[in-house]
């Protein structure tokens, strides 16, 4: 069956950096677009990035040029660069894909950003 394992979230001070993993099983995963998603506690989930099968990317305007999505197909991983880190980056962070009609999720991973 599918499964995402995201790990690598943490606390971290404002300003700072994380690097977020999602490896995924049970799929061909290189031929997939692949996702991450946040939710902050009181609000709906967003996209934060995306990137295709061929390696384009896309960005919520919040985190462009502070974050970068990238994957690496022989181990069936995505991950998320995040620098420049602000408190409104707190959010669990999910990394999703999407089969068909159906959305795959993993449990999640959470991030803090505080002093």
């Known amino acids: 069956q599918v499964q995402l394992v995201e790990s690598g979230g943490a606390l971290v001070q404002p300003g700072g950096s994380l690097r977020l993993s999602c490896t995924a099983s049970?799929?061909?995963?290189?031929?997939?677009?692949m996702g991450w998603y946040r939710q902050a506690p009181g609000k709906q989930r967003e996209l934060v990035a995306d990137?295709?099968?061929?390696?384009?990317?896309t960005y919520a305007d919040s985190v462009k040029g502070r974050f970068t999505i990238s994957r690496d197909n022989a181990n069936n991983a995505v991950y998320l660069q995040m620098g420049s880190l602000k408190p409104e980056d707190t959010a669990v962070y999910s990394c999703?894909?999407?089969?068909?009609?159906?959305?795959?999720w993993g449990q999640g991973t959470q991030v803090t950003v505080s002093s």
């Open positions: 999703t894909v999407k089969i068909g009609i159906k959305s795959f």
């Open positions: 049970g799929i061909m995963f290189r031929v997939y677009t």
């Open positions: 990137i295709t099968s061929g390696g384009s990317t």
